[in-house]
């Protein structure tokens, strides 16, 4: 049975090499003269040349402008997100909120034990009130030091002057100018002592902003406005500087994210129009508000992200999305499918008829895949295009077209 398979599929190969490259010979072994076909070319038999050209069959496509949108598969994303978190070492007091829950901006989420803190803060504040009442007794110090200067200076110049006229004594100078620099000395530690206590003040202050600040922590509270993705901390739960109050997530508006291929990157505008269609089937509208101007490393492509409006909160973070960017128009026209072929180089395009019915290849750039067909640039703005043959033959050969509606 193997052998007559093999046999029979040999036969097959050997028919097919006749039947494609021994055509002319295997039509004059059937009794069609090829030399016929010259007579035809001259014009002495073109129903012969007529029979002899391979039949197909072509629209006349007229191109038409479209929206040459940025097609792209993303997802939708929580237009915010983030993990509120405590900053200080306490228990839970406060009854615990559950996930799916609306929360203002400014909401308490969870509350902490005080425990001894305002005990501490009471205590900072008297001893910087403490301080400060320091204050009026290093001014008067002050204040003093400087009249003994001043008294100081009197008596030094007096001294001097009786000296020179020979009515005072030596000694007497002296000890003025002794006084004199007990006197600066004086002053000088009267600033010193001024600026300590003003130094404890400012010390006593800080101590009070700080425990003011460890109180502040102790009520954790929603930073903006939308929905708890996860419960609050429970009542009596340990909280640690980094542990879990709440996950707070804001989905109006919402974000579509998508990645652009470097080589339509171009043609995407921060500010254009786009849409999108969820996988649940709802149609979307919104604006470009990002394009990366990094591509990813891997895929080499940039992150697009286009903000919708989402009032009613009924678009729900990581849903599949089929978004659609407006870029500016172009000609175009819309095959099915089926036409669109491949020539020698491997290289995508479409078979023509041209002058004389003669076959061509021309090369074209998918813009859009549809449910009605392909819409594809780079041709005339007229052209005869096959749609049923076209495997069958190659640039040069002649054909017999026969046309068909291009809404067909």
Known sequence: MRLISFINALLVIVALYFLVFERDSLFAFAGRDDADAPAAAEGENPDAAAEDAVRVVAIRSQAREIDSAVLLRGETQANRQVEVLAETTSTVVSEPKRRGAFVESGDLLCELDPG?????LAEAMARKLEAESRIPESEARLEEAHALVAEAEINLTAARKLSETGFGSETRRISSE??????????????????????????????????????????IDAPFR?????????????????????????????????FVPETEVNRVQVGAEASAQLVTGRQVEGRVTFLSRSADETTRTFEVEITVPNADLTIRDGQTATIRIAAEGAKAHLLPQSALTLNN????????????????????????????GVWVGGLAETVDIIVVGQEFVIRGVTVAPTYQEASQ
Do not use: H, W, Y
């Open 226 to 258: 939308g929905l708890l993705e996860s419960d609050t901390a429970e009542l009596g739960s340990l909280m640690q500087p980094g542990s879990l109050c709440a996950t707070v997530i804001q989905l109006d508006p919402i974000k579509l994210v998508g």
């Open 345 to 372: 180089e491997g290289q995508l395009g479409v078979r023509t008829v041209g002058a004389g019915n003669i076959v061509d290849f021309a090369p074209i750039r998918v813009l859009r895949d549809t449910a009605e």
């Open 116 to 120: 001894s803190r305002p005990a501490s």
């Open 178 to 219: 002794a006084a004199m620099s007990s006197a600066e000395a004086g002053i000088k530690s009267a600033e010193a002592g001024l600026e300590a206590t003003r130094a404890g003040i400012e010390a006593a202050a800080a101590e009070v902003e700080a425990a003011q600040r460890e109180i502040n922590r102790l009520t």
